[in-house]
């Protein structure tokens, strides 16, 4: 399996509402990345967490919850989001040293109405 | 504040010709470089990564690296109209985050 999965690939939701983003990869990577893209703009890191421990968060505000329950896994909970909010987010992985490739996933296409 | 450049194009390059794209960073100490292709509404695909001054090359495609002059380039050889997308630019300052360029935009004229 070399493949970064996420799911779902589409989701709309209004500003009271609670959701999860997910992202799975099975190539035994050690770092996972959330990313969000918006239209025409370069993708913006959110957070990473390597070897399951939260690395970096790049002051997200908290409306946006990560979770790591294992190596192969994370999710984005997602609470209270606003319409800005709408964007592409994506998953990557890396699979060991801090300055290796980072594969990425297919994304997810919010819209928040 | 680290940055990535890249000229955001669009950047029109007739089919068989080569397309040459360039990017500047901030860093001196960078040591990592990557090109990733995205098309509308995809998510980025790795293309070429390079660590060492000098080129490599994979297929039609070379990344170039100068780290004196702070700038990393593409070259795609033989265009096809399939290459028409988005290609980003990516560096490693240093630590685990990987830092994107605004992208140039490329359009193969068949």
């Known amino acids: 399996d070399t493949e970064v999965t996420q799911t779902p690939k589409h989701l709309v939701m209004g500003m009271t509402n609670k959701k999860s983003l997910k992202c799975e990869q099975h190539?035994?990577?050690?770092?996972m990345y959330w990313y969000k893209q918006k239209a025409k703009k370069p993708p913006e890191l959110m957070f990473v967490?390597?070897?399951?421990?939260?690395?970096i968060n790049e002051s997200v505000p908290s409306r946006f919850s990560p979770e790591c329950p294992n190596s192969s896994l994370l999710n984005l909970h997602l609470h209270a989001l606003q319409p800005e909010d709408s964007a592409l987010y994506l998953c990557?992985?890396?699979?060991?040293?801090?300055?290796?490739?980072?594969?990425f996933g297919s994304g997810t296409q919010l819209s928040v109405l | 504040q680290k940055e990535v450049e890249q000229n955001s194009g669009p950047l029109s390059v007739p089919e068989g010709a080569i397309a040459s794209l360039n990017c500047t960073y901030s860093?001196?100490?960078?040591?990592?470089f990557f090109w990733y292709r995205q098309y509308s509404g995809k998510s980025p695909e790795l293309i070429m990564f390079?660590?060492?001054?000098g080129d490599k090359e994979d297929g039609r495609f070379t990344a170039q690296l100068n780290k004196a002059s702070q700038y990393v380039s593409l070259l795609i050889r033989d265009s096809q109209p399939s290459d028409s997308a988005t290609y980003l630019c990516?560096?490693?300052?240093?630590?685990?985050?990987?830092?994107f360029g605004t992208g140039t935009r490329l359009t193969i004229i068949p």
């Open positions: 990516a560096v490693n300052f240093g630590n685990e985050k990987l830092t």
């Open positions: 860093d001196r100490g960078s040591q990592s």
């Open positions: 967490y390597s070897y399951e421990k939260l690395s």
């Open positions: 990557a992985s890396r699979p060991g040293q801090w300055n290796e490739k980072l594969f």
């Open positions: 190539m035994g990577h050690r770092a």
């Open positions: 390079i660590y060492s001054n």
